[in-house]
């Protein structure tokens, strides 16, 4: 089993930048995929990036030129570097792992089998 565990969410005013973190531990051989995701209240749960295995990464639109998504192979730990935020980026976000392999990182949030526990962004105008 692969374990999840987000920090670094906080509150910051638009135009902020936050840095989130997910170190991953357990049978972290098993994981093919990675991505972080979000839910705004009264909202779906929206796909934001993923990596996969290999590097190949996929950016939502909403968040594409703003948000980078890195791997510290050494420390088990994926960060989300969030910049330019706006309002409309307050959410939950989760931090997701998976064992299916896509070679074109096209994955849709079913395809993730573990989740972390969220840690909560607010962006402020």
């Known amino acids: 089993q692969v374990q999840l565990v987000e920090s670094g969410g906080g509150l910051v005013q638009a135009g902020g930048s936050l840095r989130l973190s997910c170190a991953y531990s357990?049978?972290?051989?098993?994981?093919?995929?990675m991505g972080w995701h979000r839910q705004a209240p009264g909202k779906q749960r929206e796909l934001v990036v993923t990596i996969t295995r290999d590097g190949r990464i996929n950016y939502a639109d909403s968040v594409k030129g703003r948000f980078t998504i890195s791997r510290d192979n050494v420390k088990n730990t994926v960060y989300l570097q969030m910049d330019s935020l706006k309002p409309e980026d307050t959410a939950v976000y989760y931090c997701?792992?998976?064992?299916?392999?896509?070679?074109?990182?096209?994955?849709?949030?079913?395809?993730?089998?573990?989740w972390g526990q969220g840690t909560q962004v607010s962006v402020s105008s």
């Open positions: 997701a792992a998976t064992n299916k392999r896509f070679l074109s990182g096209n994955y849709d949030l079913p395809d993730f089998e573990t």
């Open positions: 357990g049978s972290i051989f098993s994981i093919n995929g």
